[in-house]
C-alpha cells in the first residue's frame, strides 16, 4: 500500500513539473511564434445535408512549434486566456481569415462564410467591434461573411456587458453563435438573454447518439426550441453515417464533424470545395 502511495504520489508530481514545464515553454515562446508566424489557421467545413454543399467554415488555430511540432489549441488557449496573450492570437486569426476570404472572393467570386472563435478576455476589451470593422474595411468584405463564436466563460463573469456586446455587433451585421452549446451551466440563460443567430451543439450530445435515450430526447427538444426561435443550428462532432442519420431524422441541416472533413489547411481547404462544390 505504502509502495502503491509513492508510486501514485511521484507519477502525479511528475505529471505536474511537466504540465509547469510545458506551460513556461509556451509562455516563453508565444511572442517569438506570432512574429514568426507558427501560428496557423485551419478551416473545417460545416456541411448543409439537404444542399449536399459546404455551407461555412470555422476558423480554429494550430501551433507549429519548430521544435515541438504541432501543439494543438487545447495546451495553449487557456494559458494565453491566463496571461492575455489570446486577445492577440485570435486578432492574428481573425486577420488571416478576413486575408483568406478576400482572396476567395477575388478567386471564385463567391464567399463561404468562416466562423472565428471569440475568446471571452475580449468582451473587457472596448475596441473588439472597431477592430472587426476595421477587417472589414481592410479587407472590403460583409459582415456576414465573419461568423463569431462565443461561449459561456464570459457571460457568467458579466451576462449585461456581454449582451450589450452581442447586440452592438449583431446591430452591425455580424452573425454571432453560441459555440458548445448544452455543455455549460448557462446555455438555457444565454439563450434567453442573448439575441443570437444561431447554436452550435457540443458533440457530447452527438456522442451519445443511439447509446441514451433521454440525450436523444433533449436533443430533439433543444432542435425544436431553436427552430421556433428561428435560429440556427450547426451540429459538432459528427463522426459516423449513424449520427449523421439519426441528426437528419430529426431535422438537423448542418453539420461539422470528421465524418466530413477534419480541419484543413487553407490550400486542402480551396482544394476540398473545389472538389465538392467546383469553387
Ligand atoms: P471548439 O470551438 O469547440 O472547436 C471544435 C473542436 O472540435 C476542434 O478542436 C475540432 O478539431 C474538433 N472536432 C471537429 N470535428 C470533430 C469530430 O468529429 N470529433 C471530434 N472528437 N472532434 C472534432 P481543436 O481544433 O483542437 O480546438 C479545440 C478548442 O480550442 C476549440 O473548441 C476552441 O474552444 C479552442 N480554439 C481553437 N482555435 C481557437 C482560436 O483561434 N481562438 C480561441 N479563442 N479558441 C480557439
Ligand atoms: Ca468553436
Ligand atoms: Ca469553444
Ligand atoms: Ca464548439
Redesign the pocket.
Known sequence: VKGSYLTRYSYYDKSMRERMFEEQMIVRDMEFALLERQFCV?L?PVCNLKADRIVAA????RWQHPTHGMI???RF?SVFERNGF?SR??RF?WTEVCRFLQAQKQRTGTVIPVS????RLHFYATDMLDFLLGLLRTYALEPEMLRL?I?ESAYTDNPHQMARCVRELREHGFIVLL??FGSGYSSLNMLKDLPVDGIKLD?SFVREVGQSARAGTIMEAIVAMVKKLAMGIVV????TKDQLAYLASIGCEDM????FS??LSEKEFAEFLIRKQGG
Open positions: 485551419y473545417q470555422e476558423a480554429l488555430v494543438p489549441p487545447d488557449i489570446i492570437l485570435d486569426v472565428v472563435n471569440v475568446s463564436e461561449d459555440d458548445d458533440r459538432e462532432g459528427v463522426e461539422q464533424g470528421y465524418y477534419r480541419p
